[in-house]
């Protein structure tokens, strides 16, 4: 049997959105244009939200204007980038090759909101009671920074859909669940002095390092004793220190030290919490400091909080999504997305799109025209829909 491959414009509208370079750290304004052109050839206005520079930029538009608010095909529009990768191929190049889509972010996901795009004309038609909306972010990589201003935006114009379809590459096999990723910066303030008169000072990377081994209690507690979730590769919370920077020489005691951790928390936990431990734990080490130096310390700053996901097999949504995708079962994924974030604003949500998280991030990465051709049939199957239930 012949290999199923995505209709010529589908493809051609990916490798358009692959020629253009969205790492992070760049404007996306170019692929959110694109794509606005795109829906305003079939009349459909776009609503951009902006981050506060005005360099970037959210798209939602509702494909079934006047029609109850429906179903968000959501995606990110941001990648990450290719530094130092080896890659045999241009990330930007978009090469077709060996039935496979090549390209930075091909999987990750630019293959997902390409087809979606392409099917506007067909939601547009479609006859569900019920509206379409394609919602698509700027940092999520670093972050899940836009999709709070696009959550709020839609909030704000007072659209209320019924659920979400985040289509990050999970293989197009429905995705209830991911663990929260949560990461923060502790900067330590010491007093310095000659190493020879330490009772006069204070040592920042020892007061750091202390902190730094409470994390590590942490995330052995985690291991010995919370309650297990099974599905997952690692199926309890964790917790890493992942950078540490501190000291100038070795006769100086160290007046400042940083270090940087994260937690990944299941959806049964709270990184809050496990935060709150240990900002606890680092103020209780604060009087002996400033019983030295009074302007010595602790200082703690949020790098991102992107929380856990848990859906339901049982939910709307995920029975619509293990239809389309043809599907008897259902997943868990290791990867945080803006699943949660569409959860905890009241929408029932599901993780479902093309491509593999496998290839994603890495160098050569790509989407076969094979899964590309699977999220069109999901798409086609979408624009069918008489109901949720
Ligand atoms: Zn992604």
């Known amino acids: 049997m012949a290999v199923p491959t995505p209709a010529p414009r589908a493809l051609e509208f990916a490798r358009t959105l ?22 305003a050839r079939l009349g459909v206005k776009s609503r951009l939200s902006y981050n506060a520079e005005r360099t970037k930029a959210n798209l939602f538009a509702t494909l079934g204007e006047g029609k109850p608010a429906g179903i968000i095909l959501s995606g990110h529009t941001d ?27 091909s999987a990750d996901m630019k293959g997902f909101i390409a087809t979606a795009v392409a099917h506007a004309e067909r939601f547009l038609n479609s006859k569900a009671p019920f509206a379409i909306h394609l919602a698509f972010s700027y940092e ?28 990050e590459p999970t293989s197009m096999v429905p995705a209830i669940a991911h663990k929260g990723v949560y990461r923060y910066r502790c900067c330590v303030r010491g007093k310095e002095a000659h190493s020879s008169l330490t009772p006069h000072s ?21 291991e010995r004793e919370e309650p297990r979730y099974e599905g997952f590769d690692v199926p309890f919370s964790t917790a890493s220190v992942g950078q540490f920077h501190g ?17 990944r928390d299941l959806p049964t936990a709270d990184a809050r919490r496990m935060q709150e431990q240990v900002v606890a734990y680092a103020r209780s080490l604060e009087p002996a400091m400033q019983q030295v130096a ?43 997305t803006e699943a949660g974030l569409f959860k905890n604003a009241g929408i029932r949500t599901v993780v479902c799109g093309p ?7 890495q ?27």
């Open 18 to 39: 692959v020629g253009f370079n969205t790492v992070s750290a760049n404007s996306n304004l170019a692929l959110i244009h694109c794509i606005r052109d795109e829906l």
């Open 79 to 105: 990648t990450v980038p290719w530094d130092g990768q080896d890659w045999s191929v241009d990330p930007l190049g978009a090469v077709v090759r060996d039935g496979r889509l090549y390209g930075r972010g």
């Open 140 to 167: 999520e990589e670093i972050g899940c920074f836009g999709v709070k201003e696009l959550i709020a935006d839609m909030r704000e114009a007072g659209i209320a859909p019924l659920a979400c379809i985040v289509g």
């Open 202 to 222: 204070v040592n920042a990377i020892e007061l750091a390092a202390r902190v730094v081994g409470r994390v590590r209690d942490m995330a052995e507690g985690f």
């Open 247 to 263: 000291g100038i020489a070795d006769n100086v005691v160290p007046r400042d030290a940083e270090f940087r951790y994260e937690f």
């Open 294 to 336: 009074p302007d010595t310390g602790f200082r703690f700053e949020t790098i991102c909080e992107i929380p856990s996901f848990l859906g339901s097999a049982e939910d709307d949504v995920t029975r619509l999504a293990m239809r389309l995708a043809g599907e008897q079962r259902t997943t868990q994924v290791a990867f945080g």
């Open 355 to 361: 491509g593999s998280i496998a290839q994603a991030h």
């Open 363 to 389: 160098p050569d990465e790509y989407v076969s025209l094979e899964q590309l051709a699977r999220c069109q049939a999901f798409m086609e199957g979408l624009a069918e829909v008489r109901s949720l239930a």
